[in-house]
């Protein structure tokens, strides 16, 4: 692995490493989640994910996902078939799916990680991101950091790009150097259910959002304060991506953080 850039990462908030996952370990995820995908049973409801849409948190579904591989569909799913239909599978698939878990850990992960600081990486959350052809939803400007919360903030997201993404079938858009704003909410667990609490109200700053075209095998380093974004996916193109965020074990993780492991504890890249 070539050194990142730590001065372009420490400016920007984020860093894009063009073809860091080998196309071979692309095609092993993409594989590897149709096939979790064929075994899935939806039963009579489909559970929805949607950023805007906040009766999706009262469900237990989604809250005990933390420590579980779960499937979201796509709000404006309707008559799909199901491979077509989701949003994305959650929250555990790098511990739990021995695949994801081989190459989530792959010594070039944990390289990664080193150099980028992490004393005690901890791989707290991973999404298959499927971003449909013709109905991948819209996700709305946030910060990881409002749903993945550590003091210090520690979040840090490893955004690989399993098709190309561009601007057409909805890639990510960033706000270089946002990341040096404050975090503006928190997702968190209040009396067993998900509220959403408004912690600084600072507008993002008025500068021109960055779309980040990525050829499949691109990594995008995320910093869990940049805001970022990604359009709806109105292209007949899929735009499946692999997302994993990790944690440094040395920071304070809230126990009201959304994402709770009380029986599954958080591993590191060993
Ligand atoms: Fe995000």
């Excluded at 997702?187 to 993002?204: H, K, Q, S, Y």
């Excluded at 991506?241 to 709770?260: E, K, T």
Aim: hydrophobic fraction near 40%; aromatic fraction near 8%.
């Amino acid at each position: 692995m070539s050194t990142p850039d730590l001065a372009v990462y420490a400016r920007d908030g984020f860093l894009v490493l063009e073809g860091f996952l080998p196309p071979a370990d692309c095609d092993v995820l993409q594989a590897r989640a149709a096939e979790l995908v064929a075994a899935f049973d939806p039963g009579p409801v489909r559970t929805v994910f949607s950023t805007r849409d906040q009766g999706h948190a009262r469900d237990l579904y989604f809250q005990e996902s933390g420590s579980a591989i779960r499937f979201f569909f796509e709000e404006q799913a309707t008559d799909q078939p199901v491979p077509l239909a989701l949003n994305k599978i959650g929250h555990a698939l790098h511990d739990l799916d021995p695949v994801f878990d081989r190459i989530s850990r792959q010594p070039r992960l944990a390289e990664l990680a080193n150099a980028l600081g992490f004393a005690q990486p901890l791989l707290l959350q991973s999404m298959y991101l499927f971003k449909q052809p013709q109905i991948g939803a819209e996700v709305g400007w946030h910060q990881d950091a409002t749903y993945l919360h550590t003091s210090p903030s520690t979040v840090t997201g490893f955004w690989i790009a399993l098709d190309d993404a561009d601007r057409d079938n909805g890639c990510l858009t960033v706000l270089p150097g946002a990341h040096r704003g404050p975090l503006r909410q928190r997702f968190l667990r209040e009396n067993g259910r998900m509220v959403i609490r408004t912690l600084d109200a600072t507008p993002w700053p008025d500068i021109p959002p960055v779309a980040l075209e990525a050829r499949r095998g691109t990594l995008v380093v995320l910093d869990g304060l940049l805001p970022h974004a990604s359009a709806p996916n109105r292209s007949s193109r899929a735009r499946h991506a692999y997302a994993l965020h990790l944690v440094d074990g040395r920071a304070d993780y809230p126990a009201d953080n959304w994402l709770q492991r009380p029986d599954l504890p958080l591993r590191g890249f060993a």
